[in-house]
């Protein structure tokens, strides 16, 4: 087939869940022999500079320029117009005009529309086959950020787009089929939306990079966590872990070290660092880190779909204990690859326990090696995605 895949981001360096997702993705569907191109924002100058390396992927490669100054003057429509201020952030002429262009220039058989962000592109009348990649459930990622305690007018904020989110969110039905990352948000979305087209895609592992490094399960002294240290959840997550549950980890284990690791960490997030605390910023090899570490740990408290940090860690054998967030997507049992803990004394019970047993460590790592193998390998999840256009694709000319 060929295929156009329309984002929101650059998806190269693949260092964030959304940029990560698209270019693994469409490493394996160009091995399957289908012909890929892409059209999307470049942000700043490091999304320029990528386009090379994604042309050894896309056929063709088109971005649009989308400086932050301009997706602010986007987001002043909101005083009347209705869309989530997400929406609005990335909504812009020139992408319109880009994706006329390519339009008319190419036959494409099928396009994937990254995000709820991109959703207004291709949500008109037309006969092309279209996909909504989610990933997850926007509107239940606001709702859980509605519940965590924040300042007054941030959370005005939050409450006034949680309701813009969940208005439209329903313009998956213009589309053939959307998909989210976890069976959690499927079930979710179609409860609250009632849209019966939404399937799931789940987020995949990439098993070479996070291949088991001979991890040494004897030592208990580090407990981790990865992630883009200005996204709101791992921010959020990482002040609660230091300020609830280390210290109840502390009351058993004063020596254990805690490691921040992750690219652009906010002020709040730096501030964090003392002993026994580090923020390390950019890692660029992090297998690497996740091997140097006893435990990994996810306490996030909003958010949604699946977290790559869960899916990394446990494709490499390493133990985890995380939140409820994005745990019932992955469709395990407690202790297989990971434990799920909501409340600061469980999670702190969770992970000394871990720490002051050896074969626990390494039942819990196989168990969670052994599910990434069978059902989280990008190649599995390409097949999926591939399916899905057929699916699309069928759809279509069933309704001509």
């Given amino acids: 087939m060929k295929l156009l895949f329309l984002a929101n981001r650059t998806p190269y360096p693949p260092y964030r869940g959304d940029k990560l997702k698209i270019w693994h993705l469409a490493r394996q569907l160009v091995k399957k022999g289908h012909e890929l191109h892409l059209l999307t924002f470049a942000q700043n100058q490091d999304d320029w500079d990528a386009k090379s390396k994604l042309e050894t992927v896309f056929s063709s490669v088109t971005q649009v320029g989308l400086p932050s100054w301009k997706s602010a003057l986007h987001c002043l429509s909101a005083a009347f117009d209705p869309k989530p201020v997400q ?197 660029e090899d992090l297998a690497a880190k996740y091997n140097e570490a006893s435990v990994v740990v996810a306490p996030l408290r909003f958010g949604a779909g699946t977290q790559n940090k869960v899916l990394e860690a446990m494709a490499m054998g390493i133990p985890v204990v995380c939140s409820h967030i994005g745990f019932a997507g992955l469709g395990i049992a407690q202790g297989e690859g990971a434990f799920m803990h909501r409340d600061p004394q469980g999670f702190a019970s969770a992970v000394c326990d871990l720490l002051e047993r050896q074969s626990l460590r390494e039942t819990t790592g196989a168990a969670g090696l052994r599910v990434m193998r069978e059902r989280f390998g990008w190649e599995a999840v390409a097949a999926r995605l591939e399916g899905y256009f057929r699916e699309a694709v069928v759809k279509v000319n069933r309704e001509r």
Avoid at 122 to 130: A, D, I, Y
Avoid at 250 to 255: D, F, M
Avoid at 274 to 279: A, I
């Fill in 87 to 283: 929406v609005l952030y990335f909504q812009d002429a020139a992408m319109r005009t880009a994706l006329k262009d390519m339009l008319a220039k190419h036959a494409f058989d099928a396009v994937h529309v990254q995000h709820l962000r991109m959703a207004p592109y291709l949500s008109g009348n037309t006969t092309l086959p279209r996909i909504l990649d989610l990933p997850d459930a926007f509107s239940l990622y606001w709702k859980r950020r509605q519940s965590v305690n924040r300042g007054f007018f941030q959370k005005q904020f939050e409450t006034l787009e949680a309701a813009r989110v969940l208005r439209y969110e329903p313009v998956m039905k213009q589309y053939e089929l959307a998909l989210a990352c976890s069976q959690e948000d499927v079930d979710y979305l179609e409860e609250t939306h009632r849209t019966g087209n939404v399937h799931l895609l789940p987020n995949g592992v990439d098993l070479e990079t996070f291949a088991p490094r001979d991890h040494d399960y004897a030592h208990n002294r580090t407990l981790l966590f990865t992630g883009n240290m200005d996204y709101a959840p791992n921010v959020d997550a990482v002040g609660y872990f230091v300020g609830e549950v280390l210290p109840l980890i502390r009351q058993k284990h004063p020596e254990v070290r805690f490691v921040i690791a992750g690219q652009r960490p906010v002020e709040s997030v730096k501030k964090l660092a003392g002993p026994g605390v580090e923020v390390t910023g950019f890692i």
